[in-house]
């Protein structure tokens, strides 16, 4: 364990700092709790019915949901500086759904597995790893994890009787695109993203929920509320027995449902590179690999949100699409080398290595408003 490095305990063995003795301003970071308490997301707390309503509206959906759902607790949410807890809102033991932060819990299972050297190379073609027709296609022949991981792998296909362009983002006249070349086009899409943890599966040969608890979860100490759901329909025989595929965020339900505390935890294992007290958990390299920014969407890692300083917004709808140049740039006023997984609803785990911070959010309405003002309270 590095000298001077505080790990918390298991479960609520998590110590405390004031903000004043953590080296921040008291008076400015009250204030962010009570702009955080003030600011719940307008969005109600009825997810079932708003999900619900939001697919029978969309043209290329057949409006199901197949997986597990629940409606929303109060926003809650905490801060850790030096991994300790200096700040905390709400009922950060409330178990919510978290929708597309579950991403991030995909990469690290990928993760994990390149580390084993159970995938050679990211740039190997998926193909070679899963053989039942997924990717025999001359069109998706061509996607290696690199791809996936990016959201640029443009794959061709249905899965879990959901075809990509159920969450294809398309211009106003809902017309569906043909897919691009793999690795020339970026775009957020969960059926691509339910595919990777597929894939992950096929790879490991074991529920990637318990790959993530045996690996990550339960060495960083976190609880055992946490659940990882897939969908009614994505069961699979895999080697005589039926194991059930995870979703990657919450759009037809399923998805990860976790509370704050564990969010936090861990965003602290990637705060520290992987490492949790003597113990190096995923590779730094991968860590490292997160965090490059995409080939075609710079403020996009493997799974994960960055925060580049990139300003060509009408090369970046020419390569994103329409509505997708937004995300060419970072976020004003955060440190560039910060990144987050993000989820709907402002469910935020952001991670900033150059101020040793964690920030947990959750149902709050701008979430960087709020992240700004943690920054400003490192300002004595």
Known sequence: MLKGVYYPGTLDDWKYKKPAEAGMNPKAMGEAVKWAEAHELKQSRDLIRERTASLKARKCDDGKILGPMKNRGPPNGLVLKGGYIVA?????????????????????????????????????????YVTDGKFDSPHNSKITWHHLLQQT???????????????????????????????????????????????????????????????????????????????????????????????????????????????????????????????????????????????????YGYLWWLNPEHTKEKEATEKLGPGLGRYWKGTPGLPHSSFSARGAGGNYVWVDPDDDLVVVTRWMAEPTTFIKMVLSALKK
């Not at 793999?182 to 957020?188: D, L």
């Open 88 to 128: 905390e809102w709400g009922d950060t033991r409330q178990v919510d759904m978290t929708f597309s932060a579950t991403k991030s819990y995909i990469a690290t299972c990928v993760g994990l597995a390149f580390d084993r050297g159970m995938i050679g190379s990211v740039n190997d073609p998926v193909k070679k």
């Open 153 to 299: 792998n443009e794959w061709d296909g249905t899965l879990w009787d959901k075809h990509y362009s159920a969450d294809a983002h398309t211009d106003e006249s809902d017309i569906v695109r043909d897919p691009e070349e793999p690795g020339t086009w970026y775009e957020y899409n969960d059926v691509r993203v339910n595919l990777i943890a597929y894939c992950a599966l096929q790879v490991w040969r074991k529920p990637l929920p318990q790959v993530l608890k045996e690996f990550i979860m339960d060495p960083i100490g976190a609880s055992n509320t946490w659940r990882w759901y897939g969908y009614d329909n994505s069961w699979v025989l895999l080697d005589g027995q039926m194991v059930q595929s995870v979703s990657g965020g919450g759009h037809w339900g399923g998805g990860l449902q976790i509370c704050a505390r564990d969010h936090a935890r861990f965003g602290y294992l990637l705060l520290r590179r992987g490492k949790w007290g003597d113990d190096q958990l995923i590779s730094e390299k991968w860590i490292e690999m997160c965090n490059t920014p995409g080939d075609v969407n710079p403020a």
